[in-house]
């Protein structure tokens, strides 16, 4: 749930039936993070904050448009762009550029993380991702929506994206095709969820076309009681870990994650959390991560 940071960070500026507005939300977190390897254990604190600011208007002849940017933003214009984007909508559909995932990571997306924050990417899967400034094209119909994106071109490469989700009542599936035209990698990934009362199940595959590598896959459950959520995952990054997790381990091929963790709702955007990842590689150390704290949302 977001709020409005400050009554002074909304600017409404009226044109008519047109109208412009700047508003603030943001998030944190603060708490313990903890890893156990062959080399040590270390226990460290962690923490964070993030500002987002959010501008928004219409034009005359009914077309949105609107922009975002975070406290932390880096390479805002030119051919860096982090952080940070502008769009314009309409009956057409919506075109986005800026720090843009791209159509495959929107709509495929990630089955569910565990812990307040530091460890909650253990679960993904990878995808090629975009080179920013990247563009995208976004058309929803119904329970159908659609994507297209490209990156932008980088000493002659260029990514490309492609998704398309169905989501109805309490079902999803999703669809993504990328590519990367420099290492001529092509990366499918299909994604489906479900819930079923309290539970719902979420599920990963990806499969790339390397050489001799095998497919990627997740799944995990997510189990709602009150203002308790408990959490588990299995991520098994197959032959093609270096690809899929993105190494790391330098040196080491990271088979497995398996995860554990739950969060109880405090109310008013401030929840506890925590979770342990147990991670597997082949030829170095396994590792165990975990982490306990708040997490706060304005």
Same mark, same amino acid.
């Given at each position: ?45 962690? *923490? ?10 219409? =034009? ?7 922009? *975002? ?15 940070? =984007?502008? #769009? ?23 089955? *569910? ?7 909650? /990417? ?32 980088? *000493? ?9 989700? #169905?989501?109805?009542?309490? #079902?999803?599936? /999703? ?5 990367? =035209? ?11 969820? /479900? ?22 896959? /997740? ?14 995952? #299995? ?64």
């Amino acid at each position: 749930m977001k709020h409005t940071l400050l009554a002074t960070g909304a600017l409404v500026l009226l044109a008519g039936t047109a109208a412009a507005e700047v508003t603030m939300s943001g998030s944190a977190r603060m708490g313990l993070s903890y890893s156990d390897t062959a080399a040590g254990t270390s226990t460290a604190f962690s *923490s964070r904050v993030r500002v987002v600011f959010t501008a928004s208007g219409e =034009t005359d002849s009914g077309l949105s448009f609107g922009a *975002s940017v975070r406290n932390d933003q880096s390479g805002q214009g030119n051919t860096s762009n982090n952080d940070s =984007t502008v #769009y314009i909508s309409g009956a057409f559909g919506k075109v986005t550029m800026g720090d843009v995932s791209g159509a495959a990571d929107a709509l495929v997306g990630q089955v *569910s993380g565990v812990g307040y924050g530091p460890n909650d /990417a253990l679960q993904e899967i990878k995808f090629v991702g975009t080179h920013k400034t990247a563009v995208s094209y976004d058309f929803s119909a119904g329970a159908l929506s659609l994507g297209v994106g490209s990156g932008q071109l980088i *000493s002659g490469d260029r990514t490309y994206n492609v998704g398309a989700k #169905y989501a109805a009542g309490s #079902y999803a599936v /999703a669809l993504g095709w990328e590519t990367d =035209t420099f290492t001529g990698v092509d990366l499918v990934s299909l994604s489906g969820s /479900a819930s079923f009362g309290a539970a719902t199940v979420k599920a990963k595959v990806a499969d790339s076309d390397v050489s001799g590598a095998d497919a990627a896959y /997740a799944v995990s459950v997510d189990y709602v009681t009150g203002a308790t959520k408990i959490t588990a995952f #299995y991520t098994d990054y197959g032959n093609d870990a270096g690809f899929f997790n993105g190494g790391h381990l330098s040196g080491s091929t990271d088979t497995a994650h398996l995860g554990f963790g739950g969060s109880y709702d405090l109310g008013g955007g401030a929840s506890a959390a925590g979770g342990i990842v147990m991670q597997n590689n082949t030829g170095v150390d396994d590792r165990t991560f975990a982490d306990v704290g708040l997490k706060f949302a304005f």
